[in-house]
């Protein structure tokens, strides 16, 4: 299996800060990428996704990506306490039965503090 | 509506004991999944059903029987589980599109505790 890398964290921020996230893949083929947030206890939901090299921005959320550096990234602006979760980035992964499969990192733990 | 619904909330078994998980969706996805997530690790694929047939089985113990009765329903049957199965288990969908590109929706989860 393919690998997905992220630094566990915690990542500790101050409100109104910029929190930035990292990820790092192993699969060169990998065309799809992920961020989902999973608050303790809960189920992980899916904030963010990006297919092609750059930027991709939706509302306090910047996905970056740079497929020749097999790398993604997270950024989320004006932190906020309530954006105190953990975040795992997810790539798809070829399957020999030509299904396509999320692999996830381990997640990075971020924390947000007033 | 991107939602899916997991029942029961909360389960807890004896290693002997024979029960189910259930998973309903009513987003006209034609991919349904079963992952396994241990406190503080990232959710592990366990099964796969494509338009309701067996794509991916992550070569789990056969004390775990998935069952996809239609497009919109997802069992899990369990059967003499050990403790260390005790874990959140998450049922997810997505649209099953040709290329990949799969946007996958969890459901809330049962945390199960095996005793």
């Known amino acids: 299996q393919k690998e997905v890398e992220q630094n566990s964290g915690p990542l500790s921020v101050p409100e109104g800060a910029i929190a930035s996230l990292n990820c790092t893949y192993s699969d060169r083929g990998s065309q799809s990428f992920f961020w989902y947030r999973q608050y303790s206890g809960k189920s992980p939901e899916l904030i963010m996704f990006i297919y092609s090299n750059g930027d991709k921005e939706d509302g306090r959320f910047t996905a970056q990506l740079n497929k020749a550096s097999q790398y993604v990234s997270l950024l989320i602006r004006d932190s906020q306490p309530s954006d105190s979760a953990t975040y795992l980035c997810a790539v798809n992964e070829k399957t020999n039965t030509g299904f396509q499969k999320l692999v996830f990192g381990t997640g990075t733990r971020l924390l947000v503090s007033p | 509506d991107t939602e899916v619904t997991q029942t029961p909330k909360h389960l807890v078994m004896g290693m002997t004991n024979k029960k189910s998980l259930k998973c309903e969706q009513h987003m006209g996805h034609r991919a349904m999944y079963w992952y396994k997530q241990k406190a503080k690790k990232p959710p592990e694929l366990m099964f796969v059903y494509s338009y309701e047939k067996l794509s991916i089985n992550e070569s789990v113990p056969s004390r775990f029987s998935p069952e996809c009765p239609n497009s919109s329903l997802l069992n899990l049957h369990l059967h003499a589980l050990q403790p260390e199965d005790s874990a959140l288990y998450l049922c997810?969908?997505?649209?099953?599109?040709?290329?990949?590109?799969?946007?996958?929706?969890f459901g809330s989860g049962t945390q199960l505790s095996v005793l």
């Open positions: 997810a969908s997505s649209q099953n599109r040709q290329g990949g590109r799969e946007k996958l929706f």
